[in-house]
């Protein structure tokens, strides 16, 4: 966005959200606001309904899961605050403008924020899959279930401290002529790429 759009922009975010607002910041000409969990539903609908905003449209929701965030260097401070956060990407047709929105579940331990599907129906699956790959649940939702991972899968792939092998394999046991589950067969492992490259190569690029 034009240095001028985004100005003004911020400039209607904090007059119209005043103290729900956490956190408001510009960079690399994108705006991301973070509120807090307990105004989402309220805040939303602002952000949709006010004429200065006009935030219409859904075009991305997802987790993040902040455990083990920075901290990969001596001189980086490893992150301080809430584990999981669902992330919103919005725009504004009519003022030709995006935002992101950031909120933190305030539980680590059961990460749960409200479900914006009445504000913007096209969360309906992407809260679905945020809740499938990190576990947040989405109070509110009509239809919160799995919706890439089995029914019986155990545990959230996208969670930082999900085993890469996962907790269980999925077989079809002969027997019982059927699909069971049974612990997972392969030895965890961390798999480093090992790249070989000729004598002088690139010289010549």
């Given at each position: 966005?034009?240095?001028?759009?985004?100005?003004?922009?911020?400039?209607?975010?904090?007059?119209?959200?005043?103290?729900?607002?956490?956190?408001?910041?510009?960079?690399?000409?994108?705006?991301?606001?973070?509120?807090?969990?307990?105004?989402?539903?309220?805040?939303?609908?602002?952000?949709?309904?006010?004429?200065?905003?006009?935030?219409?449209?859904?075009?991305?929701?997802?987790?993040?899961?902040?455990?083990?965030?920075?901290?990969?260097?001596?001189?980086?401070?490893?992150?301080?605050?809430?584990?999981?956060?669902?992330?919103?990407?919005?725009?504004?047709?009519?003022?030709?403008?995006?935002?992101?929105?950031?909120?933190?579940?305030?539980?680590?331990?059961?990460?749960?924020?409200?479900?914006?599907?009445?504000?913007?129906?096209?969360?309906?699956?992407?809260?679905?899959?945020?809740?499938?790959?990190?576990?947040v649940v989405f109070s509110g939702h009509p239809?919160?279930?799995?919706?890439?991972?089995?029914?019986?899968?155990?545990?959230?792939?996208?969670?930082?401290?999900?085993?890469?092998?996962?907790?269980?394999?999925?077989?079809?046991?002969?027997?019982?002529?059927?699909?069971?589950y049974q612990p997972v067969s392969i030895e965890?492992?961390?798999?480093?790429?090992?790249?070989?490259?000729?004598?002088?190569?690139?010289?010549?690029?």
């Amino acid at each position: 966005m034009s240095t001028k759009r985004i100005e003004k922009m911020s400039s209607a975010l904090h007059r119209i959200l005043t103290d729900k607002i956490v956190s408001l910041n510009e960079s690399l000409g994108e705006l991301t606001l973070v509120i807090h969990s307990n105004d989402l539903s309220n805040a939303v609908e602002t952000l949709r309904d006010h004429a200065d905003l006009n935030f219409d449209t859904l075009m991305d929701l997802c987790g993040v899961d902040y455990s083990h965030y920075g901290g990969t260097s001596a001189s980086d401070s490893e992150w301080v605050g809430k584990r999981f956060a669902v992330v919103y990407h919005l725009l504004s047709i009519k003022h030709n403008c995006r935002l992101r929105v950031k909120v933190f579940a305030e539980i680590d331990e059961m990460p749960v924020v409200n479900s914006v599907i009445k504000i913007w129906p096209a969360a309906n699956w992407f809260e679905r899959e945020a809740f499938d790959l990190y576990g947040v649940v989405f109070s509110g939702h009509p239809d919160l279930r799995r919706i890439l991972t089995d029914y019986g899968f155990i545990g959230n792939p996208f969670r930082k401290d999900f085993p890469l092998s996962g907790n269980v394999e999925m077989i079809y046991d002969e027997e019982q002529k059927r699909v069971i589950y049974q612990p997972v067969s392969i030895e965890p492992r961390e798999i480093t790429p090992h790249v070989i490259r000729e004598e002088h190569y690139g010289d010549n690029l």
